[in-house]
């Protein structure tokens, strides 16, 4: 008799033992911290007339990677998009875009690059228009590596750069929020290295190299292939009221000797892409805004970059210089002609509707224009 109310007291223990073991994962899943496969919370503010400046949070799963720079994309239309860096090279939470239009409405997206080349999905997009009244906010730093410096290169308006800054994180804030609407920041990374400046003597240096307002600047040239050099500037913030149309893109032949290459881009586009050009040669350029006047300001700064050598004709220059030295006794020394082949641009193009045209092919002139 004394056995049924024994084996009735264990039943009750199971069940209740069989319900705690069913409620505890609940409450731990509860406890688990919500893990991000991309960037999260993109927040874009336009901080001058030209200039918008993202900011966003770093992926918190990343599978055991690591993250060693972002793709910064901006919309062209409804779910297009064009790479506008391909890797920042940093993984600093924060990028300004400068020599943008007034006025006009900027989407961006960002999404992390891993160590395997690799990158994630995007982050939210975020809009900003900068406007004539837009101005710096109190400034909030970085949300990621706060031990670590800040390397970057400074521009300012008259095109002379300050190569190699090395700020502490504060500093470089603060100098996003004071700098002039036209210096630019590039080539941003991280670093161990110690500081060798900071806020004054970086202002100090632009203060001594502002161009006049009423000229585009700076204009800054970088190389883009064996045959290919972008231009990129920034507009003039002073126009008096009239309205640019345009720019003129100038080469420079000889020292005081300019050639006019593009008299009129008929767009306010401050991006503007030569070519085809000798591969292993410098070049240098100057641009003008065209007003609605048909007047013009002032040329910007001298831009200069050099195009890149291709593997094969490195090789056949080392070829031709080893030639050169074994004839001593010759008075001709041997040189290498590279003639630049004038060839036509391939692509994809994707309207906003999404129908891809694969395969076009237009002339270099026609490319241009499309741009």
Partial sequence: ???????FFIIVMLVSVSSILIVQPKLAEGKTPLLTTTPTDLVAIPVSPSQI???WNAPTQNYGKVIVGYKIEERLSSGVYYTLVENTGSTLTAYSITGLKTGTTYTYRVSAVWSDKNTSDPSNPASATPTITSAPTKPTPPSSEQTSNVKFDFTPSDGTALVGVILTQGDYVQL??????????ANI????QASNNNVKTVLAYQNAHLSDDRVPGPLIATTFSPTQINLWWVPPTQNYGKLIIGYQIEWK??????????DNTQNTTTRYSVYPLTPGNTYTYRVSAIYNDHTRSNPSNEASATTILTQQQAAQNQQTTTNSSSASSSSKQQTSTITTQVINV??????????ILIGVVLSQSDYQQLL
């Fill in 1 to 7: 008799m004394m056995n049924k109310p024994i084996n």
């Fill in 53 to 55: 400046d993202l900011s």
């Fill in 176 to 185: 996003l929020y004071q700098k002039d609407t036209r210096s630019v920041i």
């Fill in 189 to 192: 990374a991280s670093t161990s």
């Fill in 253 to 262: 032949r000889a020292p005081g000797d300019y050639i006019v290459i593009d």
């Fill in 346 to 355: 391939k692509f994809d193009f994707t309207p906003v509707d999404g129908k």
